[in-house]
């Protein structure tokens, strides 16, 4: 465990269980030189305890990355809350954690993540108040998805020469939240969509109202398109995976998107343009930050807006260092943490 702490550059990490309710609780905090931790929580079942802990602890390292480059006074830190077999009170549960939350007195903020809703983070409003996302807050998906959406232009400027998406054939790899509005940004603008999701209905509703063109979830990574977004969990993108796409660029919303920095040279090698995943899908993490330092809309949306000329200076930076983009956005984003 603290070999992972060492190799991640880790903080601290807090465990915590409640045996009334079933509360299983992993929080890592990155690093709080830039300010107090914020980032989601996740609730998924995990195949071990150590698989829950190494999850939080490259997630809380990502949103540590993603703040700094996002110009945000925060630190970076996750929750991970592993969903127990069965459950006698969900509100229970997250009330706990909540509890977890308030014991830590500020050095952690959290938020929605994969597996938790606003309902939940409304839960953990009645134990503690470093939470964001709530029904008062708002949900910070839509703005996520509009990041990444400006993000997908820039990419697309990029790697094809023009940030006109239409005609442009889009495999969007995950329908949750922040995936479905994204799809819903790039019908609009007139990209063909090629979607896959392990919920069917979520499938369904993406053919009837955007005219999207169903792909098995085995069978999206190796199907020929402009733009792969990968927009569920992570881990996606390793060397068997890359080797199989047939895309010009990946760009999407999912967190560590790439098992490992060899992973994004192996998509450099292959002229693939990768977008950091941690630059181009900022945009929840400014929306909870800012809307819970009390900004307005206004300057949440001034700042939304700079995600693509950030992407666009990664990319300028990589090619003209002729590395890959994960490795540059890593180097600036330490600077920013470790000057």
């Known amino acids: 465990m603290f070999a992972l702490m060492q190799s991640t550059r880790l903080e601290s990490l807090h465990l915590s269980v409640d045996p009334v309710t079933g509360l299983k609780a992993v929080i890592a905090i990155h690093c709080s030189r830039l300010g107090p931790a914020l980032g989601g929580c996740r609730y998924l079942a995990y195949p071990d305890d150590e698989s829950a802990v190494m999850d939080a602890a490259r997630l809380a390292q990502g949103m540590s990355y993603k703040a700094a480059l996002a110009g945000l006074a925060q630190g970076g830190g996750v929750a991970v809350i592993i969903r127990p ?7 229970a549960l997250f009330e706990a954690f909540g509890r977890v939350v308030e014991q830590l007195d500020g050095r952690y903020i959290t938020a929605i993540d994969s597996g938790t809703s606003v309902a939940d983070m409304d839960c953990i409003a009645q134990t503690t108040q470093h939470v964001t996302s709530t029904t008062a807050a708002g949900d910070p998906a839509p703005h996520a998805a509009m990041g990444v959406f400006a993000g997908i232009r820039a ?3 990029a790697r094809l020469g023009n940030d006109n998406l239409e005609g442009l054939r ?3 790899q995950g329908l949750g939240n922040v995936g479905f509005s994204l799809a819903e940004q790039l019908h609009a603008a007139g990209a063909e969509l090629l979607v896959s999701d392990i919920d069917a209905g979520k499938v369904q509703l993406a053919i009837e109202q ?3 063109r169903p792909i098995a979830n085995e069978s999206l990574l190796s199907t020929p398109c402009d733009i792969l977004a990968p927009c569920g969990l992570g881990g996606v993108l390793n060397s068997h995976s890359v080797a199989q796409l047939r895309c010009a660029a990946v760009a999407g919303s999912a967190n560590n998107q790439l098992t ?3 992973v994004a040279d192996q998509l450099e090698n292959r ?4 977008a950091p995943d941690y630059v181009i899908n900022s945009g929840g993490l400014i929306y909870v930050s800012l809307k819970h330092r009390g ?4 300057n949440i949306t001034a700042h939304l807006s700079k995600i693509s000329s950030r992407l666009t200076e990664v990319f ?6 002729k590395r890959s983009p994960a490795r540059v956005a890593d180097e600036l984003a330490e600077k920013v943490l470790y000057r």
């Open 210 to 212: 955007l005219g999207a």
């Open 295 to 298: 900004e307005a809309l206004s």
């Open 316 to 321: 300028a930076h990589a090619q003209a260092e």
């Open 155 to 157: 990419t697309a400027m």
């Open 85 to 91: 077999p069965h459950v006698e009170s969900r509100a």
């Open 170 to 172: 889009v495999a969007v």
């Open 271 to 274: 002229g693939i343009l990768y």
């Open 260 to 262: 490992n920095l060899q």
